[in-house]
Each structure stands twice: as structure tokens, then as C-alpha cells.
């Protein structure tokens, strides 16, 4: 094999002198933050997105559920002490998550704060693009009708007056050019679409206003009693932020008479009918009196101011003479049922004047009395047959130890039974007395009156919040019927094209439908005699109709 020559030695190359820095050469600037003012605009296109609307909403009705399933102070407040009674525990830690006062806790109130503003934010704007919108004209005819969705074509002695004549008579807004005429209608869909979002705004106004200028009280009332309508004598009194005593509609009234109606008979024995109150009402201390039908659902109303009958319960009426002979006291006593279906009720009386001992008594109040075994039970919620059994002590009743008490609880563990006491005591019928033991004195059943349970309530927004919710409804229907089309003519010697267009999607059917009878209306043929309105490609490849030709076939 030859030997291949050698290859000359390459020179080494000079290495390349490095490029001079350029004086004016600078590095990349770097990114600058929002700051304050880029994060606050942030935070309020975020919060006035439909998107953050739409999830507060859902918030605002899931936070509305606890107040339905618990019960609420503001409403029934015995039903909440009867919650505490019964589950301790469970209240308590729903009482710090504010369950029991849903409608007034901070996490609600931020819900509605943070709802409001999210409308008022995306409401405003969208109204100002609208006004702008429905002063806009209609835009021109396109060059070639025949590629919008909807198109026909027909040859006829149209003007651009007699079409613009006709389709203003369908409510259309027109516009002309020289050989065309533009129509749109169809605004009212943003416009109820803005009414409801705007009903919305109004409605959670009108609550707001409602829970600062308005108040709630509730008060239970025994027959022949009255009530007059001041701070002190409610029992519970909820006032708005800007309420004040002299705030309150002075009127009055006397509980007459109450009756409750039940079935007496069949499977449904004891079920209640109906709830009647009797009322001797005087609007202001000047007014005559007016009687007034309280019932269940059928208010008091004066000026304004709503007074709903809530439940009843039975009082009954006793006379207690202390160890000296005195009449320590006299009158009724309000029981709450502890069986709803035969309405036996328990209740409390107190006689801290009682000599020599405070005397105390508990009450169980026995509506219709039959004797079962060596028990004795109420057997229908009326009173038919009413009896009381009485548990009778004495002793320090704690009034003086400044700690609250309930004048439906009794604290017996200071006091001292008086005589041996049973479970089921020997029940004293109307007119009975009970000599109570070591000479403490007696106890007299009198009779039995029956109390009603009453609230009432002032709401200034209260019209303006029925008021917007009927326009909310009638916005929802407007955005969800109306739909958005455009209608375009153009008239070339004696060929007239026709095109349609829908902006709502969805609508294509029903604005085929129109579209027909609009063609057919500027055809001047009646609907059952007019053939559909043909498709672009058909309408393109259509023959001329001479006019012998289109009136045979009309």
C-alpha cells in the first residue's frame, strides 16, 4: 500500500478579541409590581365580574339556609332557650357561629355588603353601554344579503318607503339608504336583562333600609290584658340602627278573647283549625277604639306598623294566701306546652311577699284531665276538663342575688318541699284549694285563661322590596322571551333580497318563523299562500318570475 503524505501542520488561528462592551449598553429593565393603585383596580374588576356576583349570590342563598333551619332569636326566642335546654353543648358552639341570629351575624352581613356592591359595579356600567346602544342606528344593508342565515329573494313594485312603511308597523327601528332599508328590534332582551339586575340592587336596598330604620318585638299578651305599643313593654325588643323610642306608632289594644278550633273526632283528633284573637284596637291615645280579627297570616296593620299573631298557650289563674292570712298573690300564670299534641303545659309562680317563707310553685297544667292507671293525662288540647297538679316550696327563692332568672324556671336546690312530694299529685279542678304543709299557707285554682304570643314588626322597605321583586320576575321574562334580530331589504330595479339575522343564540327556529312572515308581509301574500323563504343557494340560482308568471302563481 502507498503511504499518503503527510498533511501540513495547520496554523493556529489567532483567538478573536473579545467585543467591547458598548458604553451605552444597559441590562433589561425588570418587571415593576401592581403597586397599590394597579392591586385596588384588580380587586374591583374582580369583585364586579359577573362571575364574582354570581358566586356571592349562591353564597347569600346558602347562608340564608341555617336561619331556616334553626331557630331564630328575632323570631322565637323560647324555641332557641328550649335548643339550649336540650343540647348544651351543640348551642353553645352554634351560638359563637351565630346560627341562632343568622340575619344579623357579621359573615352574613359581609355576604350582602360584598353582593351589593358587586351589582351596583356591574350593573351601572352595562346600563351606561345600553343607553349608548339604543341610540345607535341600525347598521347599513350588507353587499350580498344572500349569505346571512336567513335570505330570500322575489321580484316586485317595492320602494324603499313602502318597506320601511311596513316594517316600522312591526316595531322595528328603520333606517334607508338609496336601495336599502335596515330594521332591528329586539332591545328589550338587554333591557330586562338590566331590569332584573337592577330589581335585584333595589331589593337588597330595600332590606338593608329595612333593618336600619325598621324594628321587630315580640310580647305575649293573656286575655284581658292590654298592651301598648312602647320599648318597655315588649319582652323582646329588636330595634334598627337608627330606630329610637319615639320611633314607635303609639298605638294600643286589649286582648278580648282567643279562641282555638280543633277537630274533636277521627284520625285527626286534636289537630288545629283555625286561631281566632278578638282585639280592642286604638290607633293613637286620641282614636276611638276599633275591634279587630287577629288571626294566623291576617296581621294588624296600623300605618304601616304589622302586628302577627305567632302561637298560644294556656294561663291559668290562681290566688295564694301565705302562713299570716295575706293574699301574697293573684292572677294568671303563662304555661308552655311541653306536649304540642295534647297542649300539657308546665309553668312557674313565684311569691317572694309570701310570710313568713318565700313560697314557690311548680305548675303542671293538664288541659282535658282523665286518669290513666295511677298517672294523670291530658287527653285533647282543649280545655275541656282543666286540672293542675301543684308541687308546693318554700324557702330563699334568690331573687335579691342579682343573678337572672327565668319566670318559667325554678330553682328549687335553696327551697324545701312543702308536705311529701309525688310525681303525680292529686290535680285540683276549678275552684279547689290545697293547704300547704307546716302552715305555710294555701293555694287556689281560680280558672284558666289562655295568652297569645305576638310580633311586631316595621319594615319601611318592605313595598319597595315587593315592588322590586315583581320587576325582577318581569325582567327574568323579558331577557328569556325577547330575542335580538336584524332585518335587512335591498331593492335593485325589480328584484328585492331579503336577509335576516339573529343575535340571540338559540333563536334560529322561531326567527325562521319570523323571517317567513315577514317576507310574506312584503310580498303582500297572505301566510297560507306564500311558500317558505328560500336558502342562499336557491335564491342565487332562481330565475327572474316575470310579473304574469308571479301573479299565477300567487
Known sequence: MSEQPEQPEQPERPERPERPELPDQREPARPVGLGVVGWLRWGWRTLTSMRTALILLFLFALGSVPGSVYPQRSVDPGRVAQYFKNSPTEAEWLDRLWMFDVFTSPWFAAIYLLLFLSLAGCVFPRAVVHFKELRKKPPAAPRNLNRLPQSAAFEGDLTVESVAAKLRRNRFRVVTGTDWVSAEKGYLRETGNLLFH??????????????????????????????????????????????????LQPFSFTLKEFQATYVASGDKRGQPLDYSATLSVQDSPSSPSREVELKVNEPLDVDGTLTYLLGHGYAPTFKVTDGKGHTAYEGSVACLASDQATYTSECVIKVPDALPDQLGFLIRFLPTTVPNGAAWVSVFPGAANPTVQVFPFSGDLGLKSGQPQSVYQLDTDNLKPLGKMSAQPTPLNVGDTLELADGAGKIEFTGVKEWISLQTAYDPGRVPALIAAAAAVLGLVMSLTVRRRRVWVRITDRKVTVGGLTRTEGGGASFAEEFAEIVTMLRGAAPSETSQPEDAATAIDREPVSPSNRSSEE
Request: aromatic share 12%.
Open 198 to 247: 337592577v330589581s335585584l340592587l333595589v331589593l337588597l336596598f330595600a332590606v338593608g333600609a329595612g333593618g336600619l330604620f325598621g324594628y321587630r318585638g315580640n310580647v305575649l299578651v293573656v286575655e284581658g290584658d292590654g298592651f301598648a305599643n312602647a320599648v318597655a313593654a315588649y319582652d323582646r325588643f329588636m330595634p334598627g340602627q337608627r330606630v329610637s323610642a319615639e320611633s
